[in-house]
T-cell receptor, first 109, second 115 residues
Framework: GQNIDQPTEMTATEGAIVQINCTYQ??????LFWYQQHAGEAPTFLSY??LDGLEEKGRFSSFLSRSKGYSYLLLKELQMKDSASYLC??????????WGAGTKLIIKP | TAGITQAPTSQILAAGRSMTLRCTQD?????MYWYRQDLGLGLRLIHY???????GKGEVPDGYSVSRANTDDFPLTLASAVPSQTSVYFC??????????????FGNGTRLTVT
């Protein structure tokens, strides 16, 4: 079966750096997405990786290793507004998105 | 820019009743999707549409039906609601289903409680 694994919850301190990991086993691979979802709101697109390596976008970076079935989202200079759930999703060989359950990130002052 | 509009925002529905969740997008996206989100689970695809006039079944289609009469609208109907359909429902759209780098844009969701 297809599976996406992420930690359920993480806690970090304002101003620090946090890395949220995602491992996947899917039938084929056509890209990996990270979304941010604040409580009670819709998911919003953060990043897309299809080739191995690091994609940097401001305070957020996303890394992909296809051979290891592994990605991480790196958040720098954490702010209180970064408290949210972070969803990892993989597009499989049929271009269907397989979603992880999300990682709830709690930022403490 | 409105993006994707869902209605209603929330609803309490008696078991056995029918209901249609509305979804409209103004981005001229070809593909549209309905997901349900339940605590502790990833988003699960109910139905999708690659383009106007076509629909397909997702991971959890039973008890739901959709139609795609035009590009903008993608309503989701529950014919006879059951308590297990209590969930938050998200409508989403993307420029294309068959393109890798085509992120989904989500509506604000409909919180449905079936009693």
């Amino acid at each position: 079966g297809q599976n996406i694994d992420q930690p359920t919850e993480m806690t970090a301190t304002e101003g620090a750096i946090v890395q949220i990991n995602c491992t996947y086993q899917t039938s084929g691979f056509n890209g990996l997405f990270w979304y941010q979802q604040h409580a009670g709101e819709a998911p919003t697109f953060l990043s897309y990786n299809v080739l191995d390596g690091l994609e940097e976008k401001g305070r957020f970076s996303s890394f992909l290793s296809r051979s290891k079935g592994y990605s991480y989202l790196l958040l720098k200079e954490l702010q209180m507004k970064d408290s949210a759930s972070y969803l990892c999703a993989v597009r499989d060989s049929n271009y269907q998105l397989i979603w992880g359950a999300g990682t709830k990130l709690i930022i403490k002052p | 820019t409105a993006g994707i509009t869902q209605a209603p925002t929330s609803q309490i529905l008696a078991a056995g009743r029918s209901m249609t969740l509305r979804c409209t997008q103004d981005m001229r996206h070809n593909a549209m999707y309905w997901y349900r989100q339940d605590l502790g689970l990833g988003l699960r695809l109910i139905h999708y549409s690659n383009t106007a006039g076509t629909t397909g079944k997702g991971e959890v289609p039973d008890g739901y039906s959709v139609s795609r009469a035009n590009t903008d609208d993608f309503p989701l109907t529950l014919a006879s609601a059951v308590p297990s359909q209590t969930s938050v429902y998200f409508c989403a759209s993307s420029d294309s289903m068959g393109s890798g780098n085509s992120p989904l844009h989500f509506g604000n969701g409909t919180r449905l409680t079936v009693t």
